[in-house]
């Protein structure tokens, strides 16, 4: 049984930073790519960044390039957000997804086969 399990969201002042961390359990296939999605209130879930097994491929939206790092550790199967210069509108609940099938659509969400709980990010003074 495939898990997704989010952490490390909290309340975090305009500038500040955060990281987020994605822990994957019950992935079987060689060729996945994590995916981190937001869904901020009364806005549509939208794809922040990714990367592809063993990170040979990493990509971010326009809104958070610059800004966020995402990075893996295949020992601890785990996908990291490192958040930076963060602003309210980055205020969302910030989800993780898994797919186990190559796709060219790396921010779809239907080429995802596994979603975490999310967990809360909150920019405010």
């Known amino acids: 049984q495939v898990q997704l399990v989010e952490s490390g969201g909290g309340l975090v002042q305009p500038g500040g930073s955060l990281r987020l961390s994605c822990a994957a359990s019950?992935?079987?296939?060689?060729?996945?790519?994590i995916g981190w999605f937001r869904q901020a209130p009364g806005k549509e879930r939208e794809g922040v960044s990714y990367i592809s097994t063993g990170g040979r491929i990493i990509d971010y939206s326009d809104s958070v390039k610059g800004r966020f790092t995402i990075s893996g550790d295949n020992a601890k199967n785990t996908v990291y957000l490192q958040m930076s210069s963060l602003k309210p509108e980055d205020t969302a609940v910030y989800y993780c997804?898994?797919?186990?099938?190559?796709?060219?659509?790396?921010?779809?969400?239907?080429?995802?086969?596994?979603w975490g709980q999310g967990t809360q990010v909150t920019v405010s003074s």
């Open positions: 019950g992935l079987t296939s060689e060729h996945y790519g």
């Open positions: 997804a898994a797919r186990i099938r190559a796709s060219v659509y790396r921010f779809r969400e239907g080429e995802y086969d596994y």
